[in-house]
């Protein structure tokens, strides 16, 4: 096996992520009970060197990860449990800007939460589970409360349109997490951000909306005012669809060029993992792009990674890491310590101000 660079590994007596427990009285508005020591953090980086790693490892190695949602003020809930399973860290934290009131308001944890993460060495995703721009800040799920609102083909036409007043809103709100962004960047973090995720599927407002002026139209939007308005450049696209029944002959309707992507991931519930056939048209339609697993429920066994060797990350979604439905903690154990997987202080980003060591 090839060794790869690795981070300098911070360790010291009792979990980093202690913060972000539910047992512990410390916690409070998102205080940090440590903060990374600037001799052995990692430093500014490109976007560029995190995308040109993640060329580097595929078909050879995969980043382990773990999301977690609700609530923000806990940002590192589900990260933790993965390391009392494994004794690892994972290799990239995922967190959601999320939209009910509470979490809106408790942001700043999960950015807070992030840049800890890097600086230990992991990688960094957002996602956002975003309210329409017919509504408020904060909203509530369901549809008649928000993420699950249908929008009627006006309005959607009215949002894809410069200049209109849904358009002006979505800025708007994309302006609110503007600042989050721009203190990542300022302190070098690159984030992996998925916006609009699973566009082809309808569940969400923005999603089920095939064509040039649907779905992929708002996440060009989207992509253009925070890179080129806002000037949010250390933002690496995430472009991902979710493997739905029926097969994956639709899912070029949704794509938005390759301008607008840097990774081409997709989220892998219908079957617990990729068919052949959604392995091979996500790659197909990646033209030589990082491939990743950006959700998953079950854990992929280091069999399913050796059949599919190009994902270079895969993520577990929150709570369904300890449901036993989905994973038990010998399988999780079993996918963290295959040859393949790289977790925290087993991989470096090069440029990351980081010495390289053997794996």
């Known amino acids: 096996m090839r060794h790869l660079p690795a981070f300098r590994s911070r360790r010291f007596p009792g979990p ?19 903060d ?22 595929t078909g050879n190695h995969i980043i382990s990860g773990q999301h977690n949602k609700e609530p923000a003020s806990q940002p590192g809930a589900y990260t933790a449990k993965a390391h009392d399973i494994t004794g690892k860290w994972p290799g990239l934290w995922g967190g959601d800007f999320l939209f009910g ?12 939460q992030a840049t800890i993460e890097w600086s230990h ?61 721009q203190q990542l960047k300022d302190a070098g973090v690159p984030v992996l951000f998925r916006p609009l995720h699973e566009m082809n599927q309808g569940w969400a407002w923005w999603g089920g909306r095939p064509g040039a002026d649907g779905s992929r139209r708002l996440y060009q939007i989207t992509h253009d005012y925070l890179r080129n308005t806002k000037g ?62 950006a959700e998953v429920g079950k854990i992929p066994s280091p069999a399913d ?6 994902w270079v990350w895969f993520m577990v979604w929150s709570e369904y890491l300890t ?29 990351a101000g980081t010495a390289a060591s053997a794996k």
């Open 16 to 34: 980093r992520h202690l913060y972000a427990l539910l047992a512990l009285p410390l916690i409070a508005g998102g205080l940090l009970l440590s």
């Open 323 to 351: 449901d036993t439905a989905y994973n038990t903690p010998d399988a999780v154990r079993a996918t963290y310590n295959a040859p393949r997987v790289l977790s925290q202080g087993e991989f470096g980003i090069p440029g």
């Open 305 to 310: 990674l050796d059949a599919q060797p190009n």
């Open 101 to 112: 009131a509470s979490d809106v308001a408790d942001r700043q944890s999960e950015i807070d």
């Open 36 to 57: 990374p020591d600037p001799a052995e953090a990692t430093g500014a980086t490109a976007p560029s060197a995190v995308v040109d790693y993640l060329h580097q490892i």
């Open 232 to 293: 949010l450049d250390n933002i690496i696209w995430v472009w991902n669809v979710k493997d739905i029944a029926g097969g994956a002959s639709h899912v070029a309707d949704y794509y938005p060029g390759d301008a607008y992507a840097d990774v081409v991931s997709l989220d892998a519930w219908e079957q617990n993992y990729p068919s052949t056939e959604w392995y091979q048209a996500i790659q197909n339609i990646a033209h030589g792009k990082p491939t990743a697993l």
């Open 121 to 181: 060495g992991s990688l960094v995703n957002l996602t956002w589970h975003v309210c329409p721009p017919t509504r408020g800040s904060s909203c509530g799920w369901d549809p008649g409360t928000g993420v699950e609102d249908h929008l009627s083909d006006q309005q959607w036409s009215e949002l894809v349109t410069d200049g209109t007043t849904l358009n002006t809103a979505w800025k708007h709100r994309l302006d609110e997490v503007v600042p989050y962004f």
